[in-house]
């Protein structure tokens, strides 16, 4: 589809729970990135992909975060027991190549922690 | 809620004025520059984009000028309406091979009936 699919749109955990969001990038799109938005104000970036190929984890926090693109299933970004602190809305964009080109963002998916 | 102290610089207008929003960008190496709008409840969504070989650009209803003295990029919205209320972010690619975008931090734009 011509859109980026975020799956859910809202999630609560507890503290210390696992929590798995989703994203289905646009079909021949070959770039995944997750961004973090907190406070509805600065995005922080987290991970992209190259297809299902690790392109750029700078933004990872290493201890908690993991991140998945396999093929034909949508890309997954995986919180391991969850902190108050990650209660944020988490956007996923997909790309057709990167660097000079605007990227199509998916609605995101609002984590509460509590 | 949003926390004690965070507020994001907000612009308002008039219904039918032009609408000027200014970002300061980072990386003096970054060659690709795009403004986004965010609806509350949305993601970003791609307004315009400038290449730093150009200094201006125009869309429907809006204009990019790019200044890279001194770092400098505005959005510029004709006519605004009712319906460009939203956040506005400016980003730019990060200069590297990398491809991912800083953001700069928003702008809230009001428009008044």
């Known amino acids: 589809g011509e859109e980026v699919a975020q799956t859910p749109k809202h999630l609560v955990r507890g503290e210390g729970q696992k929590a798995k969001l989703y994203c289905a990038p646009i079909?021949?799109?070959?770039?995944v990135f997750w961004y973090q938005q907190v406070l509805k104000n600065e995005f922080k970036f987290l991970i992209s992909?190259?297809?299902?190929?690790?392109?750029?984890e700078t933004g990872m926090p290493k201890e908690r975060f993991s991140a998945k693109c396999l093929p034909n299933s949508p890309c997954s970004l995986e919180i391991q027991a969850t902190k108050l602190e990650d209660s944020a809305v988490y956007f996923c964009?997909?790309?057709?190549?990167?660097?000079?080109?605007?990227?199509?963002f998916g609605s995101g998916t609002r984590l509460t922690v509590v | 809620g949003e926390s004690v102290g965070l507020h994001l610089p907000t612009l308002s207008v008039q219904e039918g004025d032009n609408s000027i929003i200014n970002c300061a960008y980072s990386n003096s190496a970054s060659d690709y520059f795009i403004w986004y709008k965010q609806e509350s409840g949305k993601g970003p969504q791609f307004i315009i984009d400038i290449r730093s070989n150009m200094d201006k650009r125009q869309g429907q209803r809006v204009t990019v000028l790019l200044n890279k003295t001194v770092k400098h990029l505005s959005l510029q919205i004709a006519a605004t309406q009712p319906g460009d209320s939203a956040v506005y972010f400016c980003a730019e690619n990060s200069g590297g091979s990398q491809g991912n975008l800083i953001f700069g931090k928003g702008t809230k734009l009001s428009v008044k009936p």
């Open positions: 992909f190259q297809n299902e190929n690790v392109f750029d």
């Open positions: 964009a997909s790309s057709q190549s990167r660097g000079n080109y605007g990227y199509t």
């Open positions: 079909k021949g799109h070959s770039y």
